[in-house]
């Protein structure tokens, strides 16, 4: 079964800063990882996604990640913390067309310091 | 294109009564999948259907259904409410398979 799991359950950085968030996986195939942000009282958006194509992933709002196998992890990067960048952050794996789910992280919890 | 639409958006229900929740997906989006958020379990997945039919069902006691129509549209019933099925109730679609986009949310309050 996959898995994943978040290293640090609240980050707080400061305006202007980096964000990192980190993230490594359990899969016995290779896998589908997925990044997405949640504010208050809103779904969930997809932030970006790894699909076994480029290992560095590009996505919404400034945001990336970047696919290790060596290391299994899918950490999330900003190079410059704004303001809105407030949220809850998931990581989620899966296995490509196997089971069609979504195993979520833990969640971390960003704020951002002005 | 709309998003993935959901109501109600919230809802108040005493334990032991029934509740349904109904998930309207991207339009062109064949896959339904249903998800339960709460504070000590996180995101768990309930069910995903495909074309009208269940391809896989999550950890959950039966009180937990679901059904797609063939719009694609899907709804999720839960009878016999208990306290700790209060949650946020999401649903997500996707063209055939992984859901990525998901919708607002149902946030289910049980009494």
């Known amino acids: 079964a996959q898995s994943v799991t978040q290293l640090g359950s609240h980050v707080s950085v400061s305006e202007g800063a980096l964000v990192l968030l980190r993230c490594n996986y359990s899969s016995s195939v290779p896998p589908y990882l997925f990044w997405y942000v949640q504010y208050p009282n809103q779904g969930l958006q997809l932030l970006l996604k790894y699909t076994s194509a480029a290992t560095l992933v590009k996505g919404i709002n400034g945001f990336e990640a970047e696919f290790k196998k060596s290391e299994t992890s899918f950490h999330l990067t900003k190079p410059s913390a704004h303001m809105s960048d407030a949220a809850e952050y998931f990581c989620?794996?899966?296995?490509?067309?196997?089971?069609?789910?979504?195993?979520f992280g833990a969640g971390t919890t960003v704020t951002v310091r002005a | 294109k709309a998003g993935v639409t959901q109501t109600p958006r919230y809802l108040i229900k005493t334990r032991g009564q029934q509740v349904t929740l109904s998930c309207s997906p991207i339009?062109?989006?064949?896959?339904v999948s249903w998800y339960q958020q709460t504070p000590g379990q996180g995101l768990q997945f309930l069910f995903e259907?495909?074309?009208?039919?269940?391809?896989n069902k999550g950890n959950f006691p039966g009180r937990f259904s679901g059904r797609q129509f063939s719009n694609s549209r899907s709804e999720m019933n839960v009878s016999t409410l208990e306290l700790g099925d209060s949650a946020l109730y999401l649903c997500?679609?996707?063209?055939?398979?992984?859901?990525?986009?998901f919708g607002p949310g149902t946030r289910l309050l049980v009494l």
């Open positions: 989620a794996v899966s296995v490509p067309f196997n089971d069609y789910k979504l195993s």
């Open positions: 997500a679609s996707s063209p055939q398979g992984e859901p990525q986009y």
């Open positions: 259907y495909f074309s009208e039919t269940q391809r």
């Open positions: 339009s062109g989006h064949r896959s």
